[in-house]
């Protein structure tokens, strides 16, 4: 039995120990031209009432790996995800206190912005590159009209991956990175895909650039942020990487 419980434990941890085989540090970078739509507060549409449509919005990250067994990689990225316009109510809402009547123009401000703290293991390291972990989300900005603001201040925890299958010889890969989560009638998830290619000289630092497509969706009760969003962003980046 004993023997038994050895050899599980090692098929376990084998693929993890096999798979991170050198410390490695990645940043990167760039831009997401992000559209949104969907509503907020009291189904106030952000594209018809509020005028919201969307904007550029930035994306960095860095992540650390290292051969330590059982110990997961670090990953920590900061997304900033806002825009602000000038818009006609169709409908009389109460938010926050104040109460604004249908054809009144307002003033909005919706920030989604969020970091991203990730644990993750590289479960396969091959050509195939597949890693699996969790993120702790957590929402920094807010909603404002006409200047009354209510902060979204929230904390998520979602299931995370990624895959990414190369090229050999060429530095060219595709790939893609996810993170969702579902709980009583809330969701987020967070999907993306992208074309890439990076140089291989096989001597550090290694460089490369990234072409995707993103999609992003919360959809969140007052209960739980303070303000009922029910939003989505989606759109094209492009990222610069590095590999030290």
Known sequence: MRKTVFTAIAALTMPIAAHADFIGVYVGGGAWISDFSGDIIADLSLDNDLNIQGD???YIYAAFEHPVPLLPNIKVAKTRL???AVGTLSTDVDFNGE?????ETVATELDLSHTDLTLYYEIIDTVLDFDLGITARYF???VGLNGNREAIDLVLPMLYGRAKIGLPFTGTYIGGEGNIISYSGNQLSDLSVHVG?????FILPEFGVQLGYRQFT???SEEDADVAVDASADGVFVNLTAHF
Do not use: H, I, R
Request: hydrophobic share 25%; proline share 0%.
């Open 56 to 58: 550029t919005s930035s």
């Open 82 to 84: 806002d825009d602000s």
């Open 99 to 103: 109460l604004y009547v249908a054809n």
């Open 140 to 142: 920094n900005g807010d």
């Open 197 to 201: 290619w990076e140089t291989e000289n």
């Open 218 to 220: 919360l959809d969140v």
